[in-house]
């Protein structure tokens, strides 16, 4: 189970780190991600890291912006969020994959949070 949080509304230019806590059969989780999704497009890859040796990727946007990362011992995932942008309002998703697959696409991921709203104002 994924809890996410740590959503709200901030200016342009502001800051803020999203969590994502695994509960249940954590030692299963080989991947975790963020995604994002505004309404009527489809959910966006935001970044991932491996559970294990911690390795990051990061979707073409986030340039330098964002930062994920992981808390093994707590079971947790972070996402801090620098200089964000208007158009980076959107519901942020976490999610996890049992198995080592492609981190980019929302098919290859087991399990999914509930989200969390994010909205930068101009």
């Known amino acids: 189970q994924l809890q996410a949080s740590g959503g709200g509304l901030v200016q342009a230019g502001g800051s803020l780190r999203l969590s994502c806590a695994a509960s249940g059969r954590t030692s299963s989780t080989h991947t975790m991600g963020w995604f994002r999704q505004v309404p009527g497009k489809e959910r966006e890859f935001v970044a991932s890291?491996?559970?294990?040796?911690?390795?990051?990727y990061y979707g073409d946007f986030v340039k330098g912006r964002f930062t994920i990362s992981r808390d093994y011992a707590k079971n947790t995932m972070y996402l801090q969020m620098n200089s964000l942008k208007p158009e980076d309002t959107a519901v942020y998703y976490c999610?996890?994959?049992?198995?080592?697959?492609?981190?980019?696409?929302?098919?290859?991921?087991?399990?999914w949070g509930q989200g969390t709203q994010v909205t930068v104002s101009s």
């Open positions: 999610a996890a994959q049992r198995l080592s697959r492609s981190v980019y696409y929302t098919p290859t991921y087991d399990y």
């Open positions: 890291i491996k559970w294990t040796d911690g390795r990051t």
